[in-house]
């Protein structure tokens, strides 16, 4: 399969997150992408280069999933945040008030001038820093995800985009959960209008992909499932349940499948089945796979036990569904193994496929 690296992710750089009300090291770093572009130099599973995608296309294919208000906030944000202080220009973006949702009072459709409010208007969490170069960094995963699209509407069996930041928890208008772009969304998206039917969009994160679930919440041609760590307990807390089915003319077109913290790999593998079943019973004609690593038992802010040599097996097991198949990359915060697990799961597909 053609993987599509991202040239522009080491510019999207944090220096900390909040966390418990203390600052620490960010989990989502470049060594993660870095080393998983490494284990595919070494097992090659086929071309490796950057995205080649049309500026123009790029951002319709962006304006298709996120709102222009919310994008219009993302490509000035690090030069607003610098125009704030000229001392920001050393210290990541992070929010620190929100408007929580319509029904609190709060006001959504008057824009902050103040952009310590905008960027509270438009985040979700205290944990994501918004950096000098992660408009740039964001915009080229958004590249990876459309090229990875384009390549297999042309009629390849499979196609990865290797980018960081992830995307899955980046809503219509909000960034969160070191997501500002929803990347595995932009592809979907792009499949449908590339002329595949019904698009099936298949997480295998740790954690709920809710940005994707709220993007195809309302629309009966993109099925969202999602198997992760069960909202009650684990991020992102506020979505991800089972009782979300869906709504309107997308009412049983999500399916979640939330698992207790702990959950081994023979539990997560019947729950995978089941997401597959629901794939095969939707009819989809694509698949896109939102590829987190962070249900490996090393994982340092996730609570799966799946081994290294469970991941060859998941891969063959996603290659049953016999689709056309975009992955993206999303979590996996142990960075020595990420790389190994990764194209594991990957070389795994490839060989069933
Ligand atoms: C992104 B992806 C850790 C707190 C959790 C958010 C986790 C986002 C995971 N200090 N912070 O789904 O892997
Ligand atoms: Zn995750």
Not at 243 to 252: L, P
């Given at each position: 399969m053609k993987t599509f690296h991202n040239p522009?992710?080491?510019?999207?750089?944090?220096?900390q997150e909040m966390f418990r009300g203390r600052m620490v090291a960010c989990h989502e770093v470049p060594a993660r992408l870095d080393f998983v572009l490494a284990e595919l130099q070494r097992r090659p599973l086929g071309p490796l280069a950057p995205p080649a995608v049309d500026a123009a296309a790029l951002d319709a294919a962006i304006a298709r999933v996120h709102g222009a208000r919310y994008l219009a906030f993302l490509a000035t944000a690090w030069d607003d945040w610098v125009a704030?202080?000229?001392?920001?220009?050393q210290r990541d973006a992070l929010p620190s008030v929100w408007p929580l949702a319509n029904r609190h009072g709060f006001r959504h459709d008057v824009l902050p001038h103040n952009f310590a409010a905008r960027l509270g208007l438009f985040?979700?969490?205290?944990g994501s820093p918004l950096t000098a170069g992660t408009w740039a960094a964001a915009r080229g995963g958004a590249a990876c995800a459309l090229a990875a699209a384009q390549t297999v509407a042309g009629g390849e069996r499979s196609a990865f985009?290797?980018?960081?930041?992830?995307?899955?928890?980046?809503g219509p208008d909000f960034l969160g959960g070191y997501c500002f772009l929803n990347n595995a969304a932009i592809a979907a998206q792009a499949l449908r209008d590339a002329g595949h039917a019904r698009v099936a969009v298949l997480d295998v994160d740790y954690h709920h992909g809710n940005g994707t679930q709220t993007i195809f919440?309302?629309?009966?041609d993109v099925l969202t499932v999602s198997l992760h760590g069960d909202p009650a307990t684990e991020y992102p807390f506020f979505l991800g349940h089972a009782?979300?089915?869906?709504?309107?003319?997308?009412?049983?077109f999500n399916l979640n499948l939330p698992l207790p913290?702990?959950?081994?790999v023979q539990a997560w593998r019947a729950a995978l089945d089941t997401a597959l079943r629901a794939v095969g019973d939707f009819g989809a004609d694509a698949l896109v796979v939102p590829l987190?690593?962070?249900?490996?038992?090393?994982?340092?802010i996730s609570g799966f036990t799946l081994k290294t040599s469970d991941y060859a097996a998941v891969g063959a097991a996603l290659a049953g569904a016999g689709l056309p198949t975009v992955f993206t990359f999303e979590g996996g915060y142990a960075v020595d193994e990420v790389g190994t697990n990764a194209v594991n799961l990957l070389e795994g597909f490839q060989r069933a496929a």
């Open positions: 522009h992710h080491a510019g999207h750089v944090g220096q704030m202080d000229p001392a920001n220009s985040s979700f969490d205290s985009a290797l980018t960081r930041p992830p995307g899955h928890h980046a919440y309302e629309r009966a009782d979300e089915r869906g709504a309107g003319a997308g009412t049983g913290r702990g959950t081994g987190g690593l962070d249900t490996f038992e090393g994982d340092p």
